[in-house]
């Protein structure tokens, strides 16, 4: 398992370098300035803040200057807001994105999976046309027009809940749910087909002729099977929803993450947009690595290559 | 004569399906006493997993419906019975083996806790630690080796063969009177078959219950039945002991099912013989008796009128119109007959 794992972080290593790369030739290719949308410099001025920044320098060095803020994670002072260390905006407002990202992936997994699995067991009946419909609605509708929706009604006409900001709890429940209602609905869908799937097998046959109940059957037996799908599909969703959305962000007016990997690419604030996504590519690389372990915890068939007992 | 068990008056069942109302089984009768074995043959579809399913109540309904008769169990009625009584029934009283042990363990559960679940399910008053020496002591029974070891393994890590023998100690867990074994040897190799009817033999010898056997390989029924049941397009054709059914066949279908198994021992350039046609479409079964079509003896009354059971002895039954006073005598066709003698033969060189 050790010995799996250290190879695994061998990859992640790789892959962070390959992203870092790209990133940084992409920025190199994309025209433009951080400076470019100041009022208009004097020529001496830019000069002086390019060579402050090191953007004077050939391509090589720069690359090089970055390779090495990457591996001390020291990305620098932001270009666009003077005197804002990329890391201290992270550190900043990572916590806040985490906390959402997170109450929307209780909400999407449970309420996901509860649905699913409802809507299996009553295959073909009212219950599961119900949960199928509200899954369709969830992935069609978009976040933001739920958003919009729940502010008017829930927040504003019934007063239930509070319409914006960012100081409290409840001030996290309609954007969680904004956010979770997509995934709710996908994640209802697979676990409903690969519940179906799993109920026509013979063991869960087996578990009904052993005299266990629908719902033992169930949960003892059927749904951990039929949940690998469902497991897959959470790595890039748990990198997704706790690094923040920023339509969500900005129509509930929340001091996020999502709004900075938008806005440092229009800013083109090169520090920002090389720490941001540094930053996603290590969370997307973690949880894809977990949930490969993951794997091998819910189906003992499945042997992590490298793995020992 | 021990005690009847198991009483099925007439079964119907039935299949919703778009093309219309299958019907899988047409009135089904049969009885079943304590300690006795029971084969069901017949070919793919004709009904006798059905009925085996039914007797636990494992068609889905939808799309299953009971369409009639009873199912006397012990004297009680299961058919009308809810899926709560139903599920103290199942697994405690009667219990199954299924066809296919690949895929009848669940995959991602210790092979022990599956066989303690049924231990615990059933009885309220035994602790974990009770379940867990009683289902150790299955194991060994069913002869896996090193059952203390294998209790806590699971399921991919045991052969196909190893796997039917958990099966069965899943079944007898809860000490059912009736074991219902569909096809219990089917998936397996041949020398795996003989260890598996051997063990289920020895079982039932040890604890007196009762088996209903489904198969199509009348040759494992030879070796483990006591009476068999002839299945045909949803009815049983005959109906009788092993020696009746072996030794004395009255029914053409039984005929053309003896005489298409192939014969290793008497006639080796002998050609497979085969029942010509297919099965009937059960959702418009035939007017008549369903085997008509592929009955060389057919007569003009067998496409008219359904024949009734005919008794030829005490213990055997068939249902064809071969057997009426005024039908013209059909002999045994050769090849069938030549069978029977190798049988008789054989039977006879054992005893001594």
Known sequence: ?309 | MSKKLLEVNDLKINFKTYAGIVQAVRGVSFELYEGETLAIVGESGSGKSVTSNSIMKLIPQPPGIYAGGEILFDGRDLVPLSEKEMAKVRGNDIAMIFQDPMTALNPTMRVGRQITEVILKHNKNVSNAEAKERAIKLLDLVGIPMPEKRFRQFPHEFSGGMRQRVVIAIALAADPKLLIADEPTTALDVTIQAQILELMKDIQKKSNTSIIFITHDLGVVANVADRVAVMYAGQIVEYGTVNDIFYNPRHPYTWGLLGSMPDLKNNVKEELRTIPGSPPDLIHPPKGDAFAARNEYAMAIDYEQEPPMFKISDTHYAKTWLLHPDAPEVPIPDQVQQRIDGYLKEAEENGK
Not at chain 1, 44 to 60: R, V
């Open chain 1, 1 to 309: 398992m050790l010995k799996y794992i250290l190879k695994r972080l061998g990859y992640i290593l790789i892959a962070l370098y390959l992203i870092v790369t790209a990133t940084f030739f992409l920025m190199q290719l994309a025209p433009g300035s951080p400076f470019a949308s100041e009022r208009d410099f004097p020529p001496q001025i830019e000069a002086q803040l390019n060579a402050k920044y090191g953007l004077d320098n050939p391509w090589y060095i720069q690359y090089k200057d970055y390779l090495i803020d990457t591996v001390t994670f020291d990305f620098g002072e932001s270009m666009k807001y003077k005197g804002r260390s990329t890391n201290d905006m992270i550190t900043e407002s990572f916590p806040i994105s985490l906390t959402l990202g997170i109450e929307a992936m209780l909400l999407s997994v449970g309420f996901g999976i509860l649905l699913g699995v409802i809507a299996a067991l009553y295959h073909n009946k009212f219950p599961d046309y119900l949960a199928s419909t509200i899954a369709v609605l969830g992935i069609s509708v978009p976040s933001f027009i739920l958003a919009g929706l729940m502010q008017y009604f829930i927040a504003f006409k019934l007063d239930l809940l509070p319409v914006s900001g960012w100081k409290g709890f409840q001030y996290s429940i309609l954007p969680a749910f904004a956010i979770a209602i997509t995934h709710m609905g996908f994640i209802a869908k697979l676990t409903r087909s690969s519940m179906l799937e799993q109920s026509s097998s013979d063991y869960v046959k087996m578990a009904r002729a052993k005299g266990l109940g629908k719902w033992t059957t169930v949960f003892k037996h059927t749904l951990r099977n039929a949940l690998l799908p469902v497991v897959t599909y959470l790595g890039p969703l748990t990198a997704g929803v706790v690094t923040g959305s920023f339509i969500i962000e900005q129509i509930f007016a929340i001091p996020g993450l999502g709004k900075h990997f938008v806005t440092s690419i229009t800013n083109r604030d090169y520090t920002v947009i090389m720490g941001t996504t540094v930053f996603y590519s290590i969370i997307l690389l973690f949880a894809v690595l977990i949930v490969d372990i993951l794997y091998s915890v819910i189906d003992p068939r499945i042997k992590l290559k490298g793995a020992k007992k």
